[in-house]
């Protein structure tokens, strides 16, 4: 990958020496120009920045050095380029532009990613109050240039070339043969919408002062991968809903499970405590017919306590259904503490005026494509008497397990999840 870099400051780009993108760059998988835009001013004062017009604080890059800094990058495609870096030869080789700025869209893995597979780009690193607008315009325009104005985050830095440095970093490293374990880049915060579990290393009991001792999870020396997997899973949730709730969104928190049909016209979340009390709620207005159905009230959604549906969100991954704001729907789902190659849907509910629409067998498929890849059987349970249920469930593949359900008076129902969804994770 080629990459340009123009800044008044080009001594800044030097930490792109060390460590691992050095390394790249030392090994030719990246070729990486840093350019000084004075070298595109020809007064005497070599001067890149004048006041602006309609008056303010500040001064702002003038279009003319910019204008020839990028015409000289987007020119030079055809000079020393990489292998595979010019898509179309030489002559119609054109490098994305980025201009770094806090009123950009924000850079995000995703961005990452896709920038990942640009055979060039090229950054324009912006001082003051910014670059005259008709640069913006020119690049397009003239240079023929694609141009993405892009933020590090909602705070005002000095000048882009810290976000380069974030932005090269991040982009680089997925590059194939950048990084030595390319397992290492999967398990990563904001890869699969969740944030990186808590991780260890030696001693596994830790002095930290004298007489204080701080040990590692035993379930993380138990040798058990598969309880170390589900306990690393629940890490990641809990995390997420603590740090960052704003990622708890289903599309993102559960990539295996698209947002599709009788869902799509609701809103669709991973559930966070704030969301308990109406979930308690709900959970007894759904439950009173299954009390009825199976002759008794003694059963958990409609005897639990808003603590214990606070306690059930951390120990399940719980998913909302709203409409225009309403709690209508709810399930949840985990890896059985016991089997942990089964996936357990629970608490599977419709508001009772909702029923009836498809939005049962949305939620039970919704909460099904959030398996985990290594899971080989969904098990759900239900009342005797609950032929509603035992209908939805049969016609969703599920089949009776012979025998008593893990409750009195249940029946579990399981279902082996297809090779498909296996694959698909
Ligand atoms: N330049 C100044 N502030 C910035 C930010 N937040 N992101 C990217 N570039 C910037």
Redesign the pocket.
Known sequence: MRLDVVSIFPEYLAPLDLSLIGKARRDGLLDLRVHDLRDFAHDRHRSVDDTPYGGGAGMVMKPQPWAEALAHVAGSGGEGAPEGALEGGAEGARPRLIV???G?VP?TQALARELAVEPWLAFAC?RYEGIDERVYEYAAQDLGLEVSV???????????EV?VLAMVEAVARLLPGVIGNAESLVEESHEDGLLEYPVYTKPSSWESAPGVTRDVPSVLMSGDHARIAAWRHQQRLERTATRRPDLLHASQAAPGAPVEGALAAFDVAVASPADAPELLTLGRACWVTEGRANGSFDIPPLVESLQDVVDGLSQWQTWTVRSAGRLVGSVRGRRDPQDPSTWQVGRLMVAPDLQGRGLGRALLAHVEAAAPSDTTTCWINTGRGSERNLRTYRKAGYRAVPGEGAYPGTVDLTKKRRRASVDQG
């Open positions: 770094p700025g806090p950009g850079f912006g892009v933020s590090l985050g909602d705070y005002v830095l000095n000048g882009g976000a």
